[in-house]
């Protein structure tokens, strides 16, 4: 079984489909503080992002946990395969939510100030002369996922693909010199060196020219009042202002990009 998820999977948790969170589910801060718990949905297989084997735990399991101690309460993990498990979970928060409106139109989470900014990039063989998206041509093949942005932007500039369902297959397809270059997140791609140091890529900055393939990642927050969307943004300012986020992440070979 896979233990990175493609971004369509990431996408299906983190992200989280229409209407599947409904109001009996919403829980203000002073319950969460009352019960002195709070929840978080996560997929139990998904490392870097979390694995309920706990060896290591997932930056979103520790920086839950970070979370919770900043409001006073405990953790408590809500592990869910499909996105359709989101109805009966009763989590309060997910993380690494794309921070945009537009996005989450749809959906019924609110959403924390954002606190780092990632996207698509390209990660290449060390010795390669690839600078950025735009230095792509017909003579490059990049690994894409399936149905992803990055596939269709990388497409209409005519640029040969071969497509993977996974972002960890992309990768080890590149350091097995199959491809030129994958299209993956920076966070995958960070683990990936971190647990391959035999294999370690080279990872492009990420374009901001390119809209579609950039953005800000925030708290997902299931229908709160304002008081635990204000709690959370408090929180979350301390801890960046600490360096406990950075240290997070960075534990799983992610250097974080502060958001725009």
Known sequence: MKTILPLSVVAAIAL??????????????????????????????????????????????????????????????????TRYQMRSAGCDILLDVIADREAQSETNLRISKPYYRTGVALAVPSASTLTSFKSLNEHTKVGVQVGSMAAMVIGQRRVPTSTFGFEIDSLEALANHEIDAAAVTPTVAGYFNLTHPDKALRILDRDESEANLNWNVAVGIVRPDDSLRDAIDAALERLRGDGTVERIYRRYGVILQSPK
């Open 16 to 81: 989280i489909s229409p209407a599947l969170i409904g109001p009996a589910q919403a829980r203000s801060l002073d319950m969460i503080r009352s019960t002195g718990v709070i929840g978080l949905c996560a997929h139990p297989n998904s490392l870097p992002f979390a694995s309920k084997a706990g060896d290591p735990p997932g930056f979103q399991v520790e920086l839950g946990q970070a979370l919770a101690r900043e409001l006073g309460v405990s953790l408590k993990l809500d592990w869910i395969i």
